[in-house]
Every structure is written in structure tokens, then in C-alpha cells.
């Protein structure tokens, strides 16, 4: 099991996790002050409990609970805090649990007694998923997917930028690359990031998600769970999941995303 608990205040934090290292679980623990930092950590772990503050300096335990929870959708939020006032919010966000400070070991034991997701939820509806609200990141049921190279993952976003539509090969280049002076040398790489992407989606079992044609590639948004499409096809949650953030880390988006701005009133 991957437990992290986020608190600003470092005697919190170390209370958390003191409380967590008295229990007989088997669980990996991190605790962070700041959340930015957690929300890194979860992009690239997967994560079954979070033990949240609610009320944190710059960004509230609301509010990263459901940025961890759009990388993570059975992830299991226990809330910590010293205000019962937010037990409705944290019903309404479905969250496991909700333990008013001081934090003990007993309410920490009976939390994780009772969670809302076993560790073992969703693995029957295993799929490629794609999140783009945000920062971009891609994940094989709930794990982090890696690729060889880092310029894989900006291919990847692209072709789910199109929304489907094959992009050529100079297409890609000029996106990802604005000096194109060198071609011979971006179609090599190109092609090595092409196979990289073609290898590892097979090894994983999703060989028929990138769509071929000679010098193209798309995406085939049919067998990927996506908050963007989702957002397209008017689904109610996803429309509630975009914040004005969309690729976050990838200048070539912002155009898509001024356009989700716009549709979404908040321009």
C-alpha cells in the first residue's frame, strides 16, 4: 500500500506519520509540507491513502484532493484537520474518511479499517489513461507510464491534442520543435521516438491504440479513458475537472486551451 499525508505545519506531519509507523500495515509512507510537492510525487507513483490537511497554506486540501484524485480515481482521501464545519464538503467529494486533530493512532487504525477503495480498485477496468487537465501525464490503470525518451510523452500529447486527426510527420516536427533547421536530424529522432512509443504501448497490451499510416500517426480516442475527450463529448464530470489548465507544460496547448477558456466562461 502507498500512503501520503500532506500537513504545512511539520509537528502535524510528523504526528501522521508517527501514528501510521505504529500500525501493522504493510505500506510505503511520504509525508510532504508543501503540496505542489505531493502532486509531483503522484504523478509518477501511484497512491492508495492520502491523509490531507484541509487548511494549508497557498492551496487547500479540497482542492488537492481533487487534483490527486483526477491522477488517481480510487484514491482513498482521509482528511485531517481541526474544523468539523468541512465534513459536508468531504462527504460530497466522496472522501474515506475524516479524523479531527489531534491525529491518534486509533483514528488513523480505524480509517485505514475501513477505507472506501480496496488497494486492488479498478484493476478489473484496467485501461490507458490520459490526463491532460493540468499537466499532461499518461498512466496504465493506475500506474505511471514510462517511455525511453522524454520527447515521447510531448508526441503522445499532441496526437491527443488532434483529438483523432493523423498528424504528419513535419506537423509533429514543427510543433515540438521550432528550429527545424536540422530535418534529416528530427526525422531520425522522430523515428526512434515512433518506435519507442510503438514498444512500449505494446509491451503493456495497448499495441492498437496509435494509428499508423505511412509518414502519420494518430490516436484512436475510442480505447483511452481521456478527461479531454470526455470534455468534448459533454460528460459532466470532466466538464467539473477543467480549471483553465490544460497541458500545463507544453507551450503548442495553449491555443487548445484558450479554447477551453472560452467554452468554459473563463476568459
Known sequence: ???????????????????????????????FKKASEAL??????????????????????????EDLKKLHPYLNVIFTTGFSEY?????????????MKPVTVEKVKKELSDLRYSSSSGESKKKFRI???GNFAVFDGENPVKFKYRKSYEVLAYLV???GSF???????AALWEDDSDYEGRISYLNNIRADIKNTMAALGYGDIILRQRGHLAIDVNEVDCDY????????????????????????????????MNDAGLL
Open 1 to 31: 500500500m502507498e500512503i501520503i499525508a500532506v500537513d504545512d505545519e511539520q509537528l502535524s506531519l510528523d504526528g501522521i506519520i508517527a501514528a501510521l509507523g505504529k500500525i501493522n500495515i504493510d505500506a510505503n509512507v511520504k509525508g
Open 131 to 133: 490526463v491532460t487537465f
Open 229 to 260: 475527450f470526455r470534455y468534448i463529448n459533454g460528460d459532466k464530470d470532466a466538464l467539473k475537472s477543467y480549471h483553465g489548465e490544460y497541458m500545463s507544460q507544453f507551450s503548442w496547448a495553449e491555443l487548445t486551451n484558450a479554447s477551453l
Open 87 to 99: 465534513a459536508g464538503e468531504a462527504l460530497d467529494m466522496h472522501a474515506s474518511g475524516y479524523i
Open 40 to 65: 509531483e510525487y503522484a504523478y509518477t507513483h501511484k497512491i492508495d491513502v492520502a491523509f490531507l490537511d484541509i487548511q494549508m497554506r497557498g492551496v487547500t486540501g479540497m482542492e488537492l484532493a
Open 161 to 163: 491534442d488532434r483529438h
Open 167 to 173: 498528424a504528419s510527420n513535419g506537423e509533429l516536427i
